[in-house]
């Protein structure tokens, strides 16, 4: 069983991390704002992510990937404003 949607994220947060200015982009802050957006978005599942499953949800996409985009921005600025104790900074 797959979310899709946890596919879509981290493809998505991948796409926007280098707009993203001033954010450390370590592991503990990347799945802070993995967690972020995925609590906030509805699950879709399957239950094999086979690529016409991925290629549909790419389809139906723009809007899936604009919603995404939007939470995870969101995220960025929370754990850039608040990253968590311990975090590596890359700087
Ligand atoms: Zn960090």
């Given at each position: 069983m797959k979310n899709v949607i946890e596919l879509i994220v981290v493809q998505?947060?991948?796409?926007?991390?280098?707009a993203v200015s001033d954010f450390c982009g370590c592991d503990l802050c990347r799945e802070d704002v993995l967690v972020?957006?995925?609590?906030r978005l509805?699950?879709?599942?399957?239950?094999?992510?086979?690529?016409?499953?991925?290629?549909?949800?790419?389809?139906q996409g723009d809007q899936a990937h604009a919603d995404v985009a939007v939470v995870l921005l969101d995220?960025?600025?929370?754990?850039?404003?608040?990253?968590?104790?311990?975090h590596e900074s890359r700087k």
């Open positions: 998505e947060y991948e796409r926007l991390l280098p972020y957006a995925l609590n509805t699950p879709q599942y399957v239950t094999q992510p086979t690529g016409e499953i991925l290629t549909g949800v790419a389809m995220g960025f600025r929370r754990v850039r404003a608040n990253p968590r104790p311990g």
